[in-house]
């Protein structure tokens, strides 16, 4: 190859770098706009295994109201609030019982003025759907043909507090205990039921309401037997994203949140 031709060729070489290197930037450029390098705007909410199927909702409203994605963690009041104390990065604490909250608020978790009680429940008793016996009430558990029962463990789960309290108040707990089937949160106590694994169970109204057809409820704990079962919610003191989280709070407290709540078998608070 003579000098000329040499020349040309290295020519060639730099002309085409330059090309890929614009076409680089243009591409990253293209990316940058798109979103692709762009931090995600997102919160985490934890929450009562009781809230799961009424909470993705309300999700997908709120992200499309304010562009956040809300990130759930769906488990044990009990078991969040262990996690929220070993310094777990949450924005939101929804519980399914004034005691979890009252206990990180003590603790300094809560920030100050979010904390509120936003939707209600009510304990009920299930069977299977095709359960042949003859329950009808809480009394009827002392049947001896009720060999199994789950609630939720009374340790970490609400659900499993307010059925002791309601079956302590009904002077039915210490006959009972042989036949407890313990769960860590309400929605396995439902699982068990709709299975057959169990004979009866307890759980929310609200969880009943999305197992239709798999379970019947057949009591409600009678009044007064527990404490009256309300959902208090939070934000965080250490949240990174306090007003996205404050927006997600009051959206579960709208209209339109209270309509999603109350389509899944929560009532409001009262």
């Known amino acids: 190859m003579d000098t000329r031709e040499a020349r040309g060729f290295r020519g060639f070489k730099r002309a085409r770098r330059a090309l890929m290197g614009a076409a ?21 909410v934890s929450a009562a295994a009781s809230l799961k199927n009424a ?10 109201r304010t562009g956040y ?9 009990g078991v969040l609030q262990q996690q929220i104390e070993a310094g777990a990065p949450v924005d939101v604490f929804a519980s399914a019982a004034q005691k ?8 300094g978790l809560v920030k100050e003025g979010t904390r509120a009680d936003f939707t209600g429940n009510s ?12 329950i009808k009430s809480f009394q009827d558990l002392a049947d001896a043909k009720v060999a199994r029962i789950s609630i939720g463990n009374p340790k ?13 108040a009904l002077k039915l707990w210490d006959a009972l205990q042989p036949r407890f089937i313990y769960a860590e949160n309400v929605r396995q106590v439902l699982d068990y039921v709709s299975r057959g694994e169990v004979e009866a169970g307890l759980v929310y109204a609200s969880d009943a309401a999305v197992a239709t057809g798999k379970i019947r409820v057949v009591a409600t704990a ?14 965080l003191k250490d949240s990174a994203n306090g007003a996205a989280a404050a ?24």
């Open 100 to 107: 979890q909250m009252d206990e990180i608020e003590k603790k």
């Open 156 to 168: 970490t789960v609400p659900a499993g507090q307010y059925a002791q309290e309601s079956l302590t």
């Open 247 to 270: 927006k997600f709070i009051e959206l579960a407290q709208s209209k339109a949140g209270k309509a999603i709540l109350k389509k899944y078998g929560f009532a409001n608070p009262q």
């Open 55 to 64: 909470f993705e909702e309300l999700g997908a409203v709120y992200e499309k």
């Open 123 to 134: 304990l009920v008793l299930v069977v299977p759907a095709d359960s042949k016996l003859k």
């Open 24 to 44: 680089l930037v243009l591409a990253v450029g293209a990316l940058a706009a798109s979103g692709a390098f762009a931090q995600k705007k997102e919160i985490t």
């Open 222 to 235: 009678p009044k007064g037997t527990h404490e009256e079962i309300t959902y208090p919610i939070a934000v």
């Open 69 to 77: 994605h809300p990130n759930f963690n769906f488990a044990a009041s």
